[in-house]
């Protein structure tokens, strides 16, 4: 334990021990009665496994509408996760299509965000978990059209 300097900590790594011990006398980094309660309950009466449950079956639903609207391209996804990578056919890019996607109101992030260097794929990462599946699904089907033309 860092011993209390009642002048306050000095600059550098001092201060950072003092602010870590500071934090770990005051319970900041320990969960709160009530919240280690409810998680203590919630995973002995299977309320966590219901949870998982319900959140890993809506993953799986969005995952197959993104398997069904974009059949026929090369899209990397996990079944539990609310994230597609989604290759895109040539000519495209993954700025260019990023951009005509926002012009329809669509939201993608260009792979290159995800990499650093040249040679990042042109690739876009969707986001599935946002919007309710209806909507998912329109705008699958809008991507795909996009794709299918010239940037």
């Given at each position: ?73 090369t899209v990397r996804a996990d079944p539990r996760a609310y994230y597609a990578w989604w290759e895109l056919p040539e000519p495209w890019r993954a700025d260019t299509f990023a951009a005509a996607a926002a012009r329809r109101g669509i939201a993608v992030t260009p792979g290159p965000a995800f ?37």
């Amino acid at each position: 334990m860092v011993p209390e300097d009642p002048e306050g900590p000095e600059e550098g790594a001092g201060r950072d021990e003092a602010a870590a011990a500071g934090a770990l006398r005051s319970g900041g980094w320990t969960a709160g009665r009530f919240a280690l309660e409810a998680a203590v309950r919630w995973s002995g009466d299977g309320t966590v496994a219901r949870l998982v449950a319900a959140k890993r079956a809506d993953a799986a639903e969005r995952q197959r509408l993104v398997a069904e609207h974009l059949a026929g391209f090369t899209v990397r996804a996990d079944p539990r996760a609310y994230y597609a990578w989604w290759e895109l056919p040539e000519p495209w890019r993954a700025d260019t299509f990023a951009a005509a996607a926002a012009r329809r109101g669509i939201a993608v992030t260009p792979g290159p965000a995800f990499g650093a260097g040249q040679g990042a794929a042109d690739a876009v990462r969707l986001g599935l978990a946002s919007v309710p599946p209806p909507e998912l699904a329109r705008a699958l089907r809008t991507l795909a059209g996009v794709a299918c033309t010239r940037p």
